[in-house]
């Protein structure tokens, strides 16, 4: 039997180990995924806190339910590790780790980058490669490829290419693509905090370098996925990915730019949208609000303009719709200035209460969230800023302050000069806040109705 048949081989009896590597927000969902589905799952993060608190069976993820988490730690199925030495003992490799931007606003490989060269260094021949974490297309064949091979030359289960004399010195020709392993990309699209679409039934993409790769991915995949989709390649899967989340980035610059035109002219957006969604076809909604946050779609235009510059392409639809995006806490800053003066009150000086500093409702995650960019803006002028968050006790913010969550009362909204509604939580009891607020605005359509001490995005 060559590798292929004999990973698939594993597939089918069951008796595959399957390492997840970075155990965050995508990574760790999906490592329960399989170990729920009986797979041996070993998780491998950099953080020694993670991945204690995982073999403890103590959750960190908002998706996953506590007693699942426990469930699969006590079975054994899952444990994690801070050891990439044991990458050898599993059959598939997945990435799940972070693909921030540098401080030029540059793509920052360098986790990918790590990941890779630790796999090289360590796995076993007959492996399967997949990179779930957002990227821009080529990297899996341009990036990765190269990157796995010429580290594998230092891996010691790779044969040995010659052996000198004096054998001290080894040199390995290393691993090579479609014989000793098999690479795919297949983007993660879980959506935190969505109760009905979960990592299980939401459909994959996957698109992988040679067809046996990609027959091995679907039967592995198919363990934890209902529903796989196949692509030709890898580089269809990463524009996939981008296009999906660019799509987003366009409606809501566009929702955006119209929602502050319309605040001029006196149309009220949110009764525009409501209207035009009565259009069976042709339409789909997308709200305003104090701009685009999360780890993803705020950062996967400049992936996709880093690769557009080598095609010598300018995005310039792209360009324009984060431009707008960018602007909006800044809008959002002169909303609230607006409303202390029609008090007579100048930000400077007045206590201005932040509610939500998720980047989206319900969940736990303030990544490049734009409430705290118009905090920082807030603060600079001389605003005292706090704020209020059930799902985060602390945060900071980009221009460096740090904040402590206070708590939701009467007396913090009494005391408020102006209160911000920055994200929509369902635990924001409206009624409540309208009682006691002396000021508010409201940049989420939270307060239906319109008076005197309420201004609305
Ligand atoms: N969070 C989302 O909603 C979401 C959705 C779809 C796609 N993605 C993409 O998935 C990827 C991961 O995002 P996330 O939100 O899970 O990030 P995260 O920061 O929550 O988790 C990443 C984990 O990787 C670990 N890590 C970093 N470098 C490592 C290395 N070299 N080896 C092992 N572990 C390492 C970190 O310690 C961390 O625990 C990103 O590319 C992101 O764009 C995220």
Redesign the pocket.
């Known amino acids: 039997m060559n590798n292929t048949q004999i990973l698939l081989e594993k597939i089918k009896n069951n008796s595959e180990t399957v390492g997840i590597?970075?155990?965050?927000?995508?990574?760790l969902p999906l490592a329960v995924n399989f170990a729920e589905a009986g797979v041996h799952v070993i998780g491998?993060?950099?953080?020694k806190e993670?991945v204690d608190k995982i073999n403890k069976g103590e959750n960190y993820i908002g998706d996953i339910r506590d007693a699942v988490l426990r469930e699969v730690v006590n079975k054994v199925n899952l444990k994690a590790t801070t050891d990439?030495s044991q990458m050898a003992a599993c059959d598939a490799l997945i990435i799940?780790?972070?693909?921030p931007l540098d401080k030029f606003r540059k793509p920052d490989m360098s986790?990918i980058e790590?990941?890779c060269t630790?796999i090289g260094r360590n796995m076993s021949t007959g492996t399967f490669i997949s990179l779930?974490?957002?990227?821009y297309p080529t990297t899996t064949e341009n990036f990765m490829l190269p990157l796995i091979e010429e580290s594998s030359k230092q891996n010691p289960l790779a044969s040995p290419q010659h052996q000198t004399s004096n054998i001290k010195h080894q040199t390995s020709s290393g691993f090579s693509h479609g014989k000793d392993f098999w690479l795919a990309y297949s983007?993660?699209?879980?959506?935190?905090g969505n109760k009905n679409f979960h990592t299980r039934n939401t459909p994959k993409v996957m698109g992988a370098l040679t067809e046996e790769g990609y027959e091995i991915g679907e039967a592995l995949y198919k363990k934890a996925i209902d529903n796989i989709h196949k692509v030709s390649s890898p580089r269809v899967a990463e524009m996939v990915?981008i296009l999906e989340n660019t799509y987003r980035l366009v409606n809501i610059s566009l929702i955006n730019e119209l929602a502050l035109l319309s605040g001029k002219m006196h149309i009220n957006i949110w009764e525009v949208i409501e209207a035009a969604k009565t259009k069976p076809f042709g339409f789909q909604a997308f709200y305003p609000g104090p701009g685009i946050g999360?780890?993803?779609i705020p950062?996967?235009p400049f992936y996709l303009e880093h690769i557009a510059k080598q095609y010598d392409f300018d995005l310039s639809m792209i360009h324009t719709a984060g431009h707008i995006n960018m602007r909006m806490p800044h809008y959002m800053y002169i909303k609230i200035a607006t409303a202390l003066n029609s008090q007579k009150k100048a930000v400077n000086g007045s206590k201005i209460l932040f509610l939500g500093v998720a980047y989206k409702p319900d969940i736990d995650?303030s990544?490049e969230s734009p409430a705290l960019e118009i905090m920082d803006i807030t603060a600079h002028k001389g605003g005292l800023v706090s704020y209020h968050d059930p799902f985060i006790p602390h945060t900071h913010t980009p221009g460096g302050r740090t904040f402590d969550a206070v708590e939701l009362t009467e007396e913090t909204l009494k005391n408020a000069d102006c209160v911000v509604l920055t994200t929509n939580h369902k635990d924001f009891d409206v009624e409540f806040i309208k009682e006691h607020a002396r000021l508010i605005v409201d940049l989420r359509n939270m307060v239906k109705e319109k008076g005197e001490k309420v201004f609305k995005l």
């Open positions: 590597i970075g155990l965050g927000y995508v990574g491998f993060d950099k953080s993670k990439f799940c780790v972070p693909t986790y790590s990941a630790d779930e974490s957002t990227t983007p993660e699209r879980v959506d935190p990915k999360g780890h993803c950062l996967d995650d990544r």
